[in-house]
């Protein structure tokens, strides 16, 4: 206790001014330069969310440096953190407790990164231990031995020239970007060490050498022609194998370095000292990459950013875009963020100014997108009656057989994974319900196969076969929603002889080669074929747009075109194609929603435009920023109303379960006030939480929904 007391400042005094001591006393000798370190405590406790000061012991002065890992006495135990700079004179005046140990002499948290952590968890209201925590992977000492020190002769050589850049210095016009008018001026900066910051919106149905991974890969280029650096975050493992192959080949192997969470300890520790030492010069990652040390940071880009798998699900939860966002400001660096979709944050940058929109003209936008059918609309309906109301209506049947002839694969995708997802009473229509957490019965539940009995999908529980209806007393079920395999087993029964792929949970395909395949596949797990999909039938539309969250338009749109941008056209030579290269089943006519019309009309800018206006009305995020507090329902009442009384607008408090007693959990939506600012008021509650050692475990999430 003595010695956490010595790390409490003694208060100043009203009337006179603060002295500075001459130096730090301690019980060892210590460093003749700068005898004093700044050191962030590794430490979950937001009320300590500040640098303490440690006297530096002459013994470790020379690897005391910043950034440097050191363990230190703090509250009568070791604990691990990160030197923050060395200083000649302490605030505190008295003792100061000496550094333990340097554990490495590896300066692993640079000054860029902490300035770019340090502005992230301002923002999130969060604490800089957690934000540096996402930014720093765990040591891992035989990697550290492993990597050299710095590049070895040759290797941090400039490579030859990628396809975008000419052996002469000018970026030249690369195929990737020849549809965008304003993708030659974008290299032709990046190649000039400029730092512009563009909105792309990606064209469809591209073949390789003109697909997005080629885009990147020649922005990559301009930028390391340049003599900057690189940074790709992706979504997920896939798509970072995707952009590897073709930003290897621009800018050479050498030069490239992977870095994802799944890597395992030691590799991901090598790629990310690859980085840190200067052997590679672009990094190619998921979310885990978006703090990645990148030597002179030239480029950072996010595809795919409306993506959920952007958003880290850890304290203080920020997403990639804004990260990056942050770091290319600070930095100077250059910022991409694209998709085939656009958020409505990024909208929102586009109108306040912060990125210029790079899309391609709309005639060529035109030639390109798919066509796209909505079931049940015109005079489909003269033909087929059940056309709008059937699950695999007869215009969805002839798109995929039409494509399965043409010798091609073609892609079904259904919104939910499993097997049969719901059951409901076949007399009286009322959902089957578990007795024991009143959760969804689906058949062959979720860890049964699909002749399994009947199960809840939340907690497992079987429910016999014979249940009777709590209604009406009928022992006859219906399914009420079918996942990706139960599709896929009609599908299979339905064009016998053809192979069938099923793609979703666990079981994720990275890739279909050529030939007739009939692919099913959950949202995000569609596989990528290489001569591209002759057609896509989407199902259950409904139930993307049905979800109950603020961004279900503009998260259903992002996956419906994530699918019907793998639908390429068929070459010139072959005969016309029999169907629509897309059909969307299960929605109302496109005409009453704006989703629907967006997929139709491949316009998703104008859905995230009108989006945008209809929250900035109504005063939603990004227009106005909020924060999601849940957790045991005391704490989450007592957090909203400590917020409300700091001027900010307790919305409402909702049930998220059927809890009773101290166990009951609730969630509360708390909307910024005029002229006060949220998140620092949400850390604040995290700091007054944790100084009282409040035992409940709260969960405070800002701008959790603004996409």
Do not use: N
Request: contains cysteine.
């Amino acid at each position: 206790m003595a010695e956490q007391l010595e790390l409490v400042p003694a208060p100043a005094s009203p009337t006179s001014p603060r002295r500075r001591a001459r130096g730090p006393a301690a019980s060892v000798p210590l460093a003749q330069t700068d005898p004093v370190a700044t050191v962030l405590v590794e430490t979950p406790l937001a009320h300590l969310d500040r640098s303490f000061e440690y006297a530096v012991p002459a013994d470790l002065d020379e690897a005391a440096r910043p950034g440097v890992r050191v363990r230190v006495r703090f509250a009568g135990r070791d604990h691990d953190g990160f030197l923050l700079t060395r200083e000649a004179h302490a605030e505190h005046e008295g003792r100061l407790a000496p550094l333990r140990s340097v554990v490495s002499p590896e300066p692993v948290l640079t000054p860029a990164v902490l300035d770019a952590a340090r502005e992230v968890a301002a923002h999130y209201g969060g604490t800089l231990s957690d934000t540096v925590r996402l930014a720093v992977p765990p040591r891992h000492a035989r990697a550290e031995r492993a990597v050299p020190p710095r590049p070895g002769p040759g290797e941090a050589e400039d490579h030859e020239p990628g396809p975008g850049v000419d052996p002469a210095g000018d970026t030249a016009i690369d195929p990737a970007w020849t549809a965008y008018p304003a993708g030659p001026a974008l290299l032709r900066r990046l190649r000039d060490g400029q730092a512009p910051a563009a909105a792309w919106l990606a064209l469809p149905g591209q073949g390789p050498g003109d697909d997005w991974p080629d885009a990147i890969a020649a922005a990559v280029a301009a930028t390391t022609a340049g003599g900057r650096g690189a940074l790709v975050v992706v979504p997920d493992r896939r798509d970072v194998e995707r952009v590897m192959g073709p930003v290897t080949r621009a800018v050479g192997e050498g030069h490239v370095v992977r870095l994802t969470a799944d890597l395992g300890p030691e590799a991901r520790y090598t790629a990310f000292l690859r980085a840190l030492r200067g052997h590679a010069r672009v990094v190619v990652g998921t979310r885990a990459s978006g703090f990645a040390p990148v030597p002179d940071l030239g480029l950072v880009v996010c595809w795919d950013e409306a993506d959920d798998l952007h958003e880290e699900p850890r304290a203080p939860y920020p997403h990639v875009r804004e990260v990056l966002r942050r770091r290319a400001r600070r930095e100077g660096a250059a910022l991409l963020v694209g998709g085939f979709t656009r958020s409505v944050v990024v909208q929102q940058w586009v109108d306040e100014g912060v990125v210029a929109p790079v899309v391609a003209d709309t005639d060529r936008v035109r030639g390109v997108a798919p066509a796209v059918v909505v079931a049940g609309e015109g005079h489909q309906e003269e033909r087929d009656p059940a056309a709008r109301t059937a699950r695999l209506p007869s215009v969805a049947w002839r798109a995929l057989r039409a494509g399965l002839e043409s010798d091609r694969p073609v892609l079904v995708q259904v919104p939910r994974q499993g097997y049969v997802l719901g059951l409901a009473c076949q007399d009286c229509r009322t959902p089957v319900r578990c007795e024991r957490c009143q959760g969804p019965v689906g058949a062959g539940g979720p860890v049964a196969g699909s002749q399994g009995p009947p199960a809840c999908r939340w907690c497992s529980t079987e429910v016999p076969v014979d249940h009777a209806c709590t209604e009406c007393g009928s022992r006859r079920r219906r399914a009420t929603g079918m996942g990706e395999r139960r599709t896929a087993e009609e599908l299979g029964r339905a064009f016998p002889g053809t192979r069938v792929v099923s793609s979703g949970g666990e079981h994720v395909v990275d890739e279909v080669e050529g030939g007739a395949t009939l692919v099913v596949a959950t949202p995000g797990a569609e596989p990528w074929a290489e001569t591209g999909y002759a057609a896509a039938v989407l199902l259950d539309g409904w139930s993307l747009l049905e979800r109950a969250d603020l961004d279900a338009p503009v998260e259903a749109l992002r996956r419906w075109c994530a699918a019907a941008a793998l639908v390429r056209a068929r070459p010139r030579a072959a005969p016309a194609r029999r169907g629509p290269a897309v059909v969307l089943c299960g929605v109302p006519p496109h005409g009453s929603l704006p989703a629907v019309e967006a997929l139709v009309r491949w316009d998703p800018a104008w859905l995230a435009r009108r989006e945008l206006g209809d929250r900035a009305t109504l005063g939603l995020p990004p227009a106005t920023r909020q924060v999601e507090v849940s957790g045991p329902v005391g704490a989450v009442d007592q957090a909203g109303r400590a917020l409300a009384r700091v001027g900010h607008r307790l919305l409402g408090t909702v049930p998220l379960d059927g809890g009773e007693g101290e166990g009951r959990r609730a969630r509360a939506t708390v909307r910024e006030g005029d002229g006060h600012d949220l998140a620092q008021a949400v850390h604040t509650v995290r700091a007054e939480r944790s100084a009282r050692k409040a035992p409940e475990a709260l969960r405070l999430v800002l701008d959790g929904h603004a996409q």
